[in-house]
């Protein structure tokens, strides 16, 4: 018995409209949202820690973080914690001058990277920094397009049924 064409259509738009949706969902990128002290701050004291705000689950195993001073000396007082989308990093400044935030984050929705300079006094020289990059989701949108197109096909085969082609009658040749 063949499922009738309306069922097979309704499976195909079914798997497409779910297919779409997923790939709706994996357009952004990976951002950094929030910093403290954020880019370009001139601060009059020093911060006993930096904070960072993501968009999206952080992965402390796969991410590090580190501050320096203008010369390249670490500032980093010991290990960042993780809490979900929140990275605190204690720091141990003790002067005035200009100070930079390197981090790299693996989050659900990728990896981002990025630094931000802040400043301690007025007169404290702000690192060139300020900018952040993203990985690209290109490939996965790719391969769930594909897989898209491989569970339609697939649909529609199944549903098809099996082809049952009719025998042909053997005759006998006559007798010559």
Not at 16 to 31: E, S
Not at 35 to 59: C, K, N, Q, W, Y
Request: negative net charge; proline residues 7%; without cysteine.
């Amino acid at each position: 018995m063949k499922p009738p064409r309306a069922l097979l259509l309704g499976a195909v738009l079914v798997v497409g409209a779910l297919a779409l949706v997923l790939m709706a969902g994996r357009n952004a990128p990976a951002r950094l949202v929030a910093a403290s002290p954020a880019a370009g701050d001139r601060l009059t004291s020093a911060p006993h820690e930096i904070r960072l705000v993501f968009d999206g689950r952080v992965d402390a195993g796969r991410s590090h973080v580190a501050v320096t001073t203008a010369d390249g000396r670490l500032v980093s007082a010991g290990s960042f914690a993780v809490t979900d989308d929140t990275v605190v990093l204690p720091v141990d400044i003790s002067g005035s001058g200009g100070y930079r935030v390197d981090y790299h984050a693996v989050l659900d929705d990728g990896p981002v990277s990025g630094e931000l300079g802040f400043g301690i006094n007025d007169d404290a020289p702000l690192p060139a920094t300020g900018h952040q990059h993203a990985a690209s989701d290109g490939p996965n949108v790719a391969l769930l397009a594909a897989d898209a197109l491989l569970i339609t096909v697939a649909l529609v085969v199944l549903l098809r049924g099996p082809r049952v082609r009719r025998a042909h009658r053997w005759v006998a040749p006559p007798d010559l």
